[in-house]
């Protein structure tokens, strides 16, 4: 007999989310994470993520949202705090804009509010940004800022409130089918038996799911937050999130919503790196070079000093989609590894997905895009 209904590898964004979910529906659940609570190791750190529904990346993504935002709401009202702030957001690009081309077909395909602006219409709705002439800018206003740190803590709080074993600094080493179970054998050498088990292990995933590992590109992304020069006007009520498909470098970020300044990144592929172990906190002023002078241009009012820096990074599929679904090798084994730099803000519903699947086996919600084998 499993001691466990199901296992939740990993405690993330997808992990905690999961065993949250899990707990909920009362099942018996277990989640483990190699490192402590709060580390700075994986994906999920650094203050904000964005959510928005106008999906550039494909309109398929789209519904899967509408459920993301309804589950993020949720767990607002169950945990009585704060995770979603809606600001809007600017995603602006020269003519030929991939970025601007693939908001506005989602926002066709799906009936998504939006509004389209030009340059001069974008700098008199949101002085901060000064955009070049010719540029070309969508406004869909649903989207907002997660705070990720809170929400991880959120989840694995009400799930342990609702009876789930969470077990910190417990590496996995291996996941194994023994028909009718699975077991999991912990670095120490001891072992958890669990019914299924969800394998959320970020960009260690191909350690435990060796099928996946070719397929899989991590990259060093840098996080940089800048003193205000003109702290009136980056504020959340006066700019809202930004995308700026930038030749330079695609930049996006966040006002400045709590006090720390305005977090700016680039979104194209940062230095590659070997494995997950290889990351480490070593931003530096090189990191912050090519995104100031994106802001210097497009974002003067926020473009001071670097005051803060960071590094995370992304776990990227050949075709930037997620991977989600059970293991070819055994339905009690599912694999979730929705990053690819976007994961975030569908984590909500990605543990729902994963309760289902870890407990019945299939799921209502639409994940054709994600299958764990469509890369051979
Ligand atoms: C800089 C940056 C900016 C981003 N911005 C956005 C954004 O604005 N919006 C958005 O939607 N998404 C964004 N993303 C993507 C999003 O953050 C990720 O998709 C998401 O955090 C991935 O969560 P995860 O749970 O899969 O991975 P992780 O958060 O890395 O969690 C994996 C966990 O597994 C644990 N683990 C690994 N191996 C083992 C093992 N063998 N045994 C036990 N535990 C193990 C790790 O310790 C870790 O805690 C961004 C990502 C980065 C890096």
């Given at each position: 007999?499993?001691?466990?209904?199901?296992?939740?590898?990993?405690?993330?964004?997808?992990?905690?989310?999961?065993?949250?979910?899990?707990?909920?529906?009362?099942?018996?659940?277990?989640?483990?994470?190699?490192?402590?609570?709060?580390?700075?190791?994986?994906?999920?750190?650094?203050?904000?993520?964005?959510?928005?529904?106008?999906?550039?990346?494909?309109?398929?993504?789209?519904?899967?949202?509408?459920?993301?935002?309804?589950?993020?709401?949720?767990?607002?009202?169950?945990?009585?705090?704060?995770?979603?702030?809606?600001?809007?957001?600017?995603?602006?690009?020269?003519?030929?804009?991939?970025?601007?081309?693939?908001?506005?077909?989602?926002?066709?395909?799906h009936g998504i509010a939006h509004t389209v602006l030009d340059a001069a219409q974008v700098a008199a709705r949101f002085p901060a940004l000064t955009l070049p002439q010719d540029w070309t800018a969508v406004f869909q206003p649903d989207a907002g800022i997660l705070a990720p740190e809170r929400i991880l803590a959120l989840h694995v709080a009400a799930a342990k409130a609702q009876g789930a074993e969470v077990l910190e600094g417990a590496a996995v080493t291996?996941?194994?089918?023994?028909?009718?179970?699975?077991?999991?054998?912990?670095?120490?050498?001891?072992?958890?038996?669990?019914?299924?088990?969800?394998?959320?292990?970020?960009?260690?995933?191909?350690?435990?799911?060796?099928?996946?590992?070719?397929?899989?590109?991590?990259?060093?992304?840098?996080?940089?937050?800048?003193?205000?020069?003109?702290?009136?006007?980056?504020?959340?009520?006066?700019?809202?999130?930004?995308?700026?498909?930038?030749?330079?470098?695609?930049?996006?970020?966040?006002?400045?919503?709590?006090?720390?300044?305005?977090?700016?990144?680039?979104?194209?592929?940062?230095?590659?790196?070997?494995?997950?172990?290889?990351?480490?906190?070593?931003?530096?002023?090189?990191?912050?070079?090519?995104?100031?002078?994106?802001?210097?241009?497009?974002?003067?009012?926020?473009?001071?000093?670097?005051?803060?820096?960071?590094?995370?990074?992304?776990?990227?599929?050949?075709?930037?989609?997620?991977?989600?679904?059970?293991?070819?090798?055994?339905?009690?084994?599912?694999?979730?590894?929705?990053?690819?730099?976007?994961?975030?803000?569908?984590?909500?519903?990605?543990?729902?997905?994963?309760?289902?699947?870890?407990?019945?086996?299939?799921?209502?919600?639409?994940?054709?895009?994600?299958?764990?084998?469509?890369?051979?």
């Open positions: 007999m499993a001691t466990y209904d199901v296992a939740v590898v990993g405690l993330g964004a997808m992990g905690g989310a999961a065993i949250y979910d899990l707990a909920a529906r009362g099942q018996r659940v277990i989640g483990l994470d190699r490192f402590p609570a709060d580390h700075t190791r994986g994906s999920s750190h650094g203050e904000s993520r964005i959510i928005r529904l106008a999906y550039f990346e494909h309109p398929d993504y789209v519904p899967l949202l509408r459920l993301a935002y309804r589950n993020w709401r949720a767990l607002e009202a169950d945990t009585g705090q704060a995770v979603l702030l809606t600001t809007g957001i600017v995603e602006a690009g020269p003519p030929g804009s991939s970025i601007v081309a693939g908001s506005l077909a989602s926002s066709m395909e291996a996941v194994r089918d023994r028909g009718g179970s699975v077991q999991l054998t912990l670095a120490d050498g001891s072992t958890v038996t669990a019914g299924a088990v969800v394998i959320a292990a970020g960009g260690w995933i191909g350690e435990l799911a060796p099928q996946l590992a070719p397929h899989l590109r991590l990259t060093r992304q840098a996080l940089v937050w800048f003193q205000p020069r003109r702290p009136a006007l980056v504020t959340p009520d006066r700019l809202p999130i930004f995308m700026l498909d930038d030749p330079r470098t695609v930049t996006y970020g966040f006002p400045d919503w709590c006090g720390t300044g305005v977090k700016a990144a680039s979104h194209d592929a940062g230095r590659r790196l070997n494995s997950a172990d290889a990351a480490a906190q070593d931003a530096d002023a090189a990191d912050a070079e090519q995104i100031t002078e994106v802001l210097e241009d497009l974002l003067p009012a926020a473009a001071g000093p670097a005051r803060q820096m960071a590094t995370c990074f992304y776990t990227r599929t050949p075709d930037e989609h997620f991977i989600l679904g059970p293991s070819p090798d055994s339905a009690r084994i599912i694999l979730a590894s929705p990053c690819s730099g976007h994961g975030f803000k569908f984590a909500s519903i990605i543990g729902e997905i994963l309760a289902d699947l870890s407990t019945t086996g299939t799921t209502d919600k639409p994940i054709g895009l994600f299958s764990p084998t469509r890369f051979g």
